[in-house]
């Protein structure tokens, strides 16, 4: 929203809220602006979540599929996970077929990938980039 609208919002001049924004930016709280782009217009409407179990817990295996994962660019996200599996995907794709063929040309050429396991989400009943403040 423009800082007219967000003024009017939170009941400031345009003045002090731009202000504040720009404070904000400077802390590090707001750390980037970002158009959020339409999945099915880009034809990539499915979603996979890949959950990634490695071979070992060492410094350099995990280094080493960090910076092989972040080279993937099907890839949006990689968390390092407590729990059952080390890493969860999140992984976009035209269809199934598709899907097979980033397993096959990327996930599958991982570094010390010792299982993985794929879900496809059928429907996305919320998302939101949003937090909660």
Do not use: W
């Not at 660019?73 to 269809?95: F, I, R, T, W």
């Amino acid at each position: 929203m423009s800082n007219a609208e967000l003024s009017e919002t939170v009941h400031l001049s345009a003045s002090a809220c731009h202000r504040r924004v720009a404070r904000l930016e400077a802390e590090g709280y707001i750390r980037d602006y970002v158009a959020l782009l339409d999945a099915r217009k880009l034809n990539v409407p499915t979603t996979v979540f890949v959950e990634i179990t490695l071979q070992g817990q060492s410094d350099e295996v995990l280094e080493a599929f960090e910076r092989a994962v972040a080279r993937i660019p099907d890839v949006l996200e990689c968390h390092l996970m407590a729990g059952s599996a080390d890493y969860l995907l999140k992984v976009v794709a035209q269809n199934t077929e598709d899907f097979a063929q980033i397993h096959r040309r990327s996930l599958a050429r991982l570094p010390g990938v010792a299982q993985m396991q794929s879900s496809f989400a059928l429907r996305t009943v919320f998302k939101t980039t949003a937090l909660p403040v």
